[in-house]
């Protein structure tokens, strides 16, 4: 089993930036593909950003791509998202995940592993 735990969620204005932070209990990252998704109220599950086990391979959603960097150091067993130019639209609950599986790391259903989210609220 892997414990993921988000941290580094809050409260931004608009065009402002965060940096989100994702860090196991119990197991080491190093085994897992790792993912961002985010829920906002009313609205599915999204895809934010994948990254490989290795880091060599990092994939975005539309919304995002040019302002949101996923990273990860298995060193320091952690992933982390970098937030910039945020937007109103960006608030959600935003969700860490982990996979072995290889194909549709887009999709919720890859990943068997996932944290209990953090709130990002972007104002205007």
């Known amino acids: 089993q892997v414990q993921l735990v988000e941290s580094g969620g809050g409260l931004v204005q608009a065009g402002g930036s965060l940096r989100l932070s994702c860090a196991p209990s119990?197991?080491?990252?190093?085994?897992?593909?790792m993912a961002w998704f985010r829920q906002a109220p009313g609205k599915e599950r999204e895809f934010v950003a994948a990254?490989?086990?290795?880091?060599?391979?990092?994939n975005y959603g539309d919304p995002v791509k040019g302002r949101f960097t996923i990273s990860r150091d298995n060193a320091k067993n952690s992933v982390w998202l970098q937030m910039n130019s945020l937007k109103p639209e960006d608030t959600a609950v935003y969700y860490c995940a982990a996979t072995i599986r290889t194909s549709a790391y887009y999709y919720t259903k890859t990943y068997d592993y996932w944290g209990q989210g953090t709130q990002v609220t972007v104002s205007s």
């Open positions: 990254i490989s086990r290795t880091g060599v391979s990092t």
């Open positions: 119990g197991r080491t990252l190093a085994y897992y593909h």
